[in-house]
Nanobody, 120 residues
Framework: QVQLVETGGGPVQPGGSLRLDCEVR????????MAWYRQAPGKERELVAS???????NMEDSVKGRFTISRGDARNTIFMQMNSLKPEDTANYYC??????????????WGRGIQVTVSS
């Protein structure tokens, strides 16, 4: 059983910073990709940033230069540093993992989501 545990959200003023952490609890044969998505009220869930097993990074255009994604040394945690936050970054942020189990089956997991609110 794999769980994704997200921490680090909360309220912040425009221009401020937050860091979101996502820890993988449980084991898989391997992890292909981990990512952060977000969903604002009335909008569809969108990909914000992803990091592949070989550390290839993909960032959504509106966060380039402001957000960074990285992996912990143990490779079971990812971080997303969010700087210069804007009100339009307000959303529920979800950690996502795509990997394979020990019989080769492709598995996808989601965290419960964590709220980020950017407001003065």
């Amino acid at each position: 059983q794999v769980q994704l545990v997200e921490t680090g959200g909360g309220p912040v003023q425009p221009g401020g910073s937050l860091r979101l952490d996502c820890e993988v609890r449980g084991t898989l044969a391997w992890i292909d990709l981990m990512a952060w998505y977000r969903q604002a009220p009335g909008k569809e869930r969108e990909l914000v940033a992803s990091i592949s097993k070989d550390d290839k990074i993909n960032m959504e255009d509106s966060v380039k230069g402001r957000f960074t994604i990285s992996r912990g040394d143990a490779r079971n945690t990812i971080f997303m540093q969010m700087n210069s936050l804007k009100p339009e970054d307000t959303a529920n942020y979800y950690c996502n993992l795509v990997g394979r189990d020990y019989v080769g089956g492709r598995r996808t997991f989601w965290g419960r989501g964590i709220q980020v609110t950017v407001s003065s």
